[in-house]
């Protein structure tokens, strides 16, 4: 699922050369609107990529970034295409940022039919539009927000239970079937900041730096890399705040010793027992990242598909950058839609080895 916040935030473009965008000149690709413009020197007008007016020669094309740019170069706007007036995608990103708004404010969930009139739709029509826009139903959208405003409340609520109510749930019956996926742990357990958990940690080397494993009586939780051992034992004290954690025990490094030589040689995958912990979305977005084959990358569009929920790409990646357990979880994987390697929460130099790594024979 898209957060609110993320819709109508800049991805990296799908047309960062003039080659990709003359291409989708040429194939009238509507879904470039918005990423560039182009203007045509012998009739002075500048369009979108979509637009159906006739195909102009490739050496009277230039390329701008905004209308803006265009108009400042002399070009009037295009009367077809309207290039200078939002476009489809604006006005339906626009809509269902206004139906977000309008779920996160209402404290029952508003009904598709005012919802639709709100956007000027019709309810089958804004209900395909808002799904391609957040990767969730409008209903879906509600529950995930009030799952939230959960986590937001267990951690100032005298009880779960008020923090439940307080969050919009109309019984707690529900919430505790899903809270596990909700929250990733008991609700109990999530308000305590992991009280009552031991979990057992120990920080290492291994070829792309210090490595952190850390595991609960379930399986393995956190896989963190980077520079500084310190900054990930913090990483990992700020997740689970109030839970006990052992470290430095004997038996504990053999289990280190097998994540790191899985780190070392990804190809041959690993048996690891994991425990996995995040909403139902981000969990949604793992499991399609356990499915990618070692060598083999997919971009965020296409994670978005896979799981159901195309046009979320941007909650994909967010979910990405979420991931607790690097390599295990493959998020490296996961590229632009150009190649382009794309963000990694353990930085893009160790991204582009593994994937290098994973790339060799």
């Known amino acids: 699922m898209a957060d609110l916040t993320m819709i109508g935030t800049p991805m990296p473009s799908r047309f960062p050369t003039d080659e990709t965008r003359w291409q989708a000149i040429v194939n009238r690709e509507r879904g470039a609107a918005g990423e560039f413009f182009y203007s045509v020197a012998t009739t002075g007008i500048y369009c979108r990529p979509g637009c159906p007016a006739r195909r102009p020669r490739r050496e009277h094309v230039g390329f701008h970034d905004s209308r803006e740019e265009a108009e400042s170069a002399g070009f009037r706007p295009c009367r077809r295409c309207r290039p200078d007036e939002p476009s489809l995608a604006e006005r339906h990103a626009g809509a269902v940022a206004a139906a ?21 739709m019709s309810r089958f029509h804004f209900h395909r539009v808002f799904k391609a826009a957040t990767g969730c139903t409008p209903r879906a959208y509600a529950a995930a927000r009030r799952a939230d405003r959960v986590r937001e409340s267990l951690r100032g609520s005298g009880t779960v239970t008020d923090a439940i109510y307080d969050a919009g749930f109309g019984s707690n019956g529900r919430f505790y079937a899903d809270s596990p996926g909700i929250l990733g742990m008991p609700p109990a357990t999530f308000r305590e900041g992991g009280r009552n958990e031991t979990i057992r940690f120990a920080v290492g080397e291994c070829s792309l730096g210090a490595i952190l494993v850390a595991s609960t009586a379930k399986g393995v939780c956190a896989i963190l890399l980077g520079d500084d051992p310190n900054a990930l034992v913090h990483d990992l ?22 994540v790191v030589a899985f780190v070392d040689a990804p190809t041959l995958g690993h048996e690891l027992p994991l425990d996995i912990r995040g909403t139902t979305f981000q969990q949604r977005v793992w499991e399609a990242l356990r499915d990618i084959p070692a060598g083999s990358t997919a971009s965020y569009r296409e994670i978005s598909e896979r799981i159901g929920a195309p046009g979320a790409a941007r909650a994909v990646a967010r979910a990405c950058a979420s991931n607790p357990l690097a390599v295990a979880i493959p998020c490296h994987r996961v590229v632009r839609s150009d190649g382009a390697p794309g963000g990694y929460r353990w930085g893009v130099e160790r991204k582009q080895a593994l994937l290098e790594r994973e790339a060799t024979p």
């Open 100 to 120: 977000c708004r309008l779920i996160e404010a209402a404290e029952t969930m508003p009904r598709l039919d005012e919802l639709a009139a709100v956007a000027g």
């Open 237 to 258: 004290e700020d997740r689970f705040a109030k839970a006990t954690l052992l470290g430095a025990e004997p038996e504990f490094e053999k289990l280190v010793a097998r």
